[in-house]
């Protein structure tokens, strides 16, 4: 199943430099390659607030626009 939601870009940056430039090693420890910063993948993405940059509106919008064309027809309003 495909679904046109809207792509969204979010760039992660180091708390410590603002960095975006990372490796993420076999143990999900994102190291940041200018001040070389270790910090868990999941702590990353938390120190970043991620889900205050997400528009769920814009992805919940899109979601319902293909599931109403997905059942359009089939008796699903």
Known sequence: MKFNIPNQIIALTCPSCESSLFSINENEIAICGTCDLKLHKNELIEQNNISDKVDT?????????????????KGWK
Do not use: C, D
């Not at 509106?57 to 027809?73: D, H, P, R, S, V």
């Open 57 to 73: 509106n814009k992805i919940t919008t899109a979601l319902t626009k293909e599931m109403q064309k997905m059942f359009k027809g």
